[in-house]
């Protein structure tokens, strides 16, 4: 897969990428990430990439040519599957939306700021609009490190057996059931009994039984 990021500030995103899974998943050849600075992309002496909105108002807009050119450009080069715009009205990002978009080739990821974009940007170059809850951010940058991050540890090979993405909270609807390690007891407090029998039948009832209780007690709203 190939992720091209659109950002007046990508500088932002650097360091999500720069570590564990992302970083593991990229020198592995398994995934691409590009960065590229709108203010690239400008074709006025002063490298300017937004305006004042029309009609007035608070905020600044990101105006359409530059990200015409970045995206177009990019289209030049290679197909692409989707153009995903990060902004807070878009789709709320969830564990399916995860899924489908992981077994894309070919993704650019826009990053809004300011006020956003320009309502043409919209229009004409994208085909996905996603948030990622219900808050607001001063841009899309961090949003779009999180929607990477929770596409790319989808990609077949990037997590290996011990970790793997199909044992993850939300991948069958549920919680993900509490988890111990060493030392059996600590000050008093013991792990349950069953998780230390070897009886792998047991663990994985215990498992499943645990899940649905944290679920239950959690988020009911994800059972209905
Ligand atoms: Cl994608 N962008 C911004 N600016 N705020 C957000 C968001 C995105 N998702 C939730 N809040």
Not at 58 to 71: N, Y
Not at 178 to 193: F, L
Request: aromatic share 6%; glycine share 8%; net charge negative.
């Amino acid at each position: 897969m190939r992720i091209d990021i659109i950002s007046v500030v990508p500088e932002l995103m650097h360091s999500p990428f720069a570590g564990s899974i992302m970083k593991r998943a990229q020198q592995a050849a398994l995934v691409e990430i590009h960065f590229h600075n709108l203010r690239d992309y400008t074709s006025n002496a002063y490298k300017q990439v937004d305006d004042y909105p029309y009609g007035g108002g608070a905020g600044m807009v990101l105006m359409v040519e530059p990200i015409d050119k970045c995206i177009s450009a990019l289209k030049a080069a290679r197909d692409y599957d989707a153009v995903i715009y990060m902004t807070p009205d878009g789709d709320v990002l969830n564990q399916q939306a995860a899924n489908k978009l992981s077994l894309l080739n070919n993704v650019i990821v826009l990053c809004g700021h300011y006020k956003g974009v320009d309502q043409r940007v919209r229009d004409l170059f994208v085909t996905h609009e996603i948030s990622i809850g219900d808050y607001v951010l001063s841009g899309g940058e961090l949003a779009a490190a999180v929607l990477c991050d929770s596409i790319i540890r989808l990609i077949p090979g990037v997590l290996g057996n011990e970790t793997s993405a199909l044992t993850d909270s939300f991948q069958d609807g549920l919680l993900a059931p509490p988890v111990y390690t060493r030392p059996a007891a600590y000050k008093g407090h013991k792990v349950p009994e069953i998780l230390t029998s070897g009886n792998t039948p047991k663990v994985d009832a215990w498992r499943e039984e645990q899940a649905l209780k944290s679920t239950q007690e959690k988020r009911p709203d994800l059972l209905e």
